[in-house]
């Protein structure tokens, strides 16, 4: 069936370094793709997203990356912030004027100073 | 508000009792949508609600759940004969206009049915 995953349920890294986050789909007809960040306690909040016809959107610090020939959706975190520790979804659907966003599991990054 | 506002922010209830979780939009938006969050799982996508069409219910676990939408704002959420595993955080959000990527959460109700 159609699913969103990510690798990794965990990440660690120390403050200043580059973080990545990846994120597996498997429905092929997937054409808009996006990055939520959620703290403790509180609902996601939109970082990025990125349509099926770009392979690369900056932000302010994060970047994503498409894949889309291995369906494969990375988010990178540059300069990584003790604030930026929280769980982070990827999400996808099949057009915008669709309906559901399939959310994956989430990874949760931790930075330590 | 500025944000989305949902209520009560923490629920407990036992089983086979019925619940009503509301969710209060962003003035102006008229995309609606309801998430379920278990632990340590992702968002579960349950309904949405876009203006004045018809919702798209096609998330809803069982017949036991349901949602409205009064006026094109307020949303409730009834869960009816409530059993363990319904226990989840329930999260609502809004969008302008149909489905643009960039949902508005509210914190979310925590479900517990002992």
């Known amino acids: 069936g159609e699913s969103v995953g990510l690798h990794l349920p965990t990440l660690s890294v120390q403050e200043g370094d580059n973080s990545i986050i990846n994120c597996a789909y498997s429905n092929s007809a997937s054409d808009y793709f996006i990055w939520y960040k959620q703290e403790s306690g509180k609902g996601p909040q939109f970082i990025i997203d990125?349509?099926?016809?770009?392979d690369k959107r900056q932000g302010q610090r994060v970047t994503v990356l498409l894949n889309k020939t291995v369906k494969h959706l990375s988010l990178q975190i540059a300069a990584t912030q003790p604030g930026d520790s929280a769980v982070y979804f990827c999400?996808?659907?099949?057009?915008?004027?669709?309906?559901?966003?399939?959310f994956g599991k989430g990874t949760t990054l931790s930075v330590s100073s | 508000g500025a944000g989305v506002s949902q209520s009560p922010s923490n629920k407990v209830t036992e089983k086979g009792k019925d619940v009503e979780l509301r969710c209060d939009p962003i003035?102006?938006?008229?995309?609606l949508y309801w998430y379920r969050q278990s632990l340590g799982q992702g968002l579960e996508f349950l309904i949405y609600?876009?203006?004045?069409?018809?919702?798209?219910k096609s998330g809803l676990p069982s017949d036991r759940f349901s949602a409205e939408r009064t006026g094109g704002s307020v949303s409730t959420l009834t869960i009816q004969r409530t059993q363990q595993e319904d226990s989840a955080v329930y999260l609502c959000a809004s969008s302008l206009a149909g489905y643009t990527g960039e949902l508005f959460f509210g914190e979310g109700s925590r479900l517990t049915v002992l």
């Open positions: 003035s102006g938006h008229t995309a």
């Open positions: 990125i349509r099926s016809n770009m």
């Open positions: 609600f876009q203006g004045n069409s018809a919702p798209d």
């Open positions: 999400a996808e659907t099949e057009n915008q004027a669709g309906t559901a966003l399939i």
